[in-house]
């Protein structure tokens, strides 16, 4: 969808409008109202001022929405600054071109190159480049959001409950307990990411970390034939990895991204993200270490979702918190840190035979909903 931008005095795209909210700004607009609340909450309180005092404001927002494209994927040694000798130190620690300096930590570069101020420096430099540095309206905020791709469940009621599918640019969790559909899940959305975006796909490739051995090739086969792809070019459209301990699945996570970097990879998938992590760091004492390394790799996987458009989706268990009484006693296993990670969250629970039920929680902007699904020989379906 694209915002058009409507003259003054044209008929308004809304069909409603709060009074005074900004009705003017809103009504320059093609926004469907269904999404009024979530601009509003951006542009509201000064767009009555707006033709006065924020109109530039408004005018940035107006420029190409490719912004963050330009320059990304440039050499680093075209950076002011980079020299061939930083050059090829930066490269060979993976870091090839601006867009992977401009979502590097100071510390990642200090550690290659020896100089925490250079670093910051290039760091700058290269978002800066991006056009990543500065403030820009919610404007512009919105109009990137509304480009964001989303791969289709393949399943209408899903779907609906995610806005259109699982969102580029993101990190998903799809929590559960044992035989919730997680990871037929994953692998539904594996074949789903290679369909054409006229059947809800991206026309692009997947990489499966797969932790706990589950990893299916002959249910690709199935759900891919029910799809009507050839299923041996869906196989080979998705890289495998089985991840043995948890430095190896953090390990390839960052060859996972040297991969999305030369293919067209849109969905990275680790299932399960955190039981590798539980076993090696059992009980308290291990806690804070465990979480400290589960921070880490989920804030690798959430750059490599930001820095190339890819959906990233993982999995992870529910446990039971016996100190719970009221309520819902399960909750997902990695505590705050996979919480504050993950972008969007559902939730799938089991009902009767084949049938399941997702729900999003702690989402942004996604209401509370349920979904109902069911599992079957073509994958999941309606
Ligand atoms: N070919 C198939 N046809 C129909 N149903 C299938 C097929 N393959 C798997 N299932 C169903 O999928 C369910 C298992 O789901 P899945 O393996 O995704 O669970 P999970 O949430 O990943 O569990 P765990 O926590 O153990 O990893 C089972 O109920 C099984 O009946
Ligand atoms: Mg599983």
Known sequence: MEIAL???????????????????????????????????LYIVPRARKKEETVAQDVEVAEEPVAVVERGADADVEELEGIGRVTGQKLKERGYYTVRDLAFASVKEIADIIGNEERAAQIIEAARSMLGLSNFISALEVYRRRVNIKRISTGVRSLDELLNGGVETSAVTEVAGEFGAGKTQFCHQLAVMVQLPEDKGGLSAKAIYIDTENTFRPERIAQIARARGLDPDQALKNIYYARAYSSDHQMILAEQARRIIKQDNVKLLVVDSIVAHFRAEFPGRENLAERQQKLNKHIADLLKIADAYDVAVVVTNQVMAQPDVFFGNPLKPAGGNVLAHGATYRIWLRKSKENIRIAKIFDSPYHPEREATFKITEEGLTD
Do not use: M, N, Q, W
């Not at 003259?7 to 999404?35: F, H, N, Q």
């Open 6 to 40: 409507i003259p003054d005095g044209e008929p308004a795209g809304a069909d409603s409008v709060r009074p005074g909210s900004g009705t003017d700004y809103k009504r320059r607009l093609d926004i469907p109202s269904s999404l009024y609340s979530e601009v509003a």
